[in-house]
C-alpha cells in the first residue's frame, strides 16, 4: 500500500509565496511520475505541474514562471513552490503519484490541501 500525504498549505496574501510538499511512502520505490493538480470551487480538476522520474517537467499556462516543481534525490517527496500567488490560485491542491511508465494515469492520490490567496 502508498500513503501519499501533503503538506504546507494555508492562507496567504495576493503576490505572497508558498512551498507545498508531498511524501509518497509505503510499497513504493522512486515512482516515474508526480504531479500537484488544484480544483477550484466550481471548476474541474486540472493539472498545474508535473515531474518525470528524470526530471522533466510540465506545467499548466497559468503556472509557467511563478511554480516550480522538484523532487528529492530520494524521488518519493515532490515540492511545489508558488511564489506571487493570485487570488485565482485558491483551490485544493492534490498531490499524485505515477508509479510505473506502463500505467497510463495517476493510481496514487492524497487527501487534498487548501491554499486560499486572499487579502
Known amino acids: 500500500q502508498v500513503q501519499v500525504v501533503e503538506s504546507g498549505g494555508g492562507l496567504v496574501q495576493p503576490g505572497g509565496s508558498l512551498r507545498l510538499s508531498c511524501a509518497a511512502s509505503?510499497?513504493?520505490?522512486?515512482?516515474?511520475?508526480m504531479a500537484w493538480y488544484r480544483q477550484a470551487p466550481g471548476k474541474q480538476r486540472e493539472l498545474v505541474a508535473s515531474?518525470?522520474?528524470?526530471?522533466?517537467?510540465n506545467y499548466v499556462d497559468s503556472a509557467k514562471g511563478r511554480f516550480t516543481i522538484s523532487r528529492d534525490n530520494a524521488k518519493t517527496t515532490v515540492y511545489l513552490q508558488m511564489n506571487s500567488l493570485k487570488p485565482d490560485d485558491t483551490a485544493v491542491y492534490y498531490c499524485?503519484?505515477?508509479?510505473?511508465?506502463?500505467?497510463?494515469?495517476?493510481?496514487?492520490w492524497g487527501q487534498g490541501i487548501q491554499v486560499t490567496v486572499s487579502s
Open positions: 499524485a503519484v505515477r508509479t510505473y511508465s506502463w500505467i497510463v494515469e495517476y493510481d496514487y
Open positions: 509505503g510499497s513504493i520505490f522512486s515512482p516515474y511520475a
Open positions: 515531474i518525470l522520474h528524470g526530471g522533466s517537467t
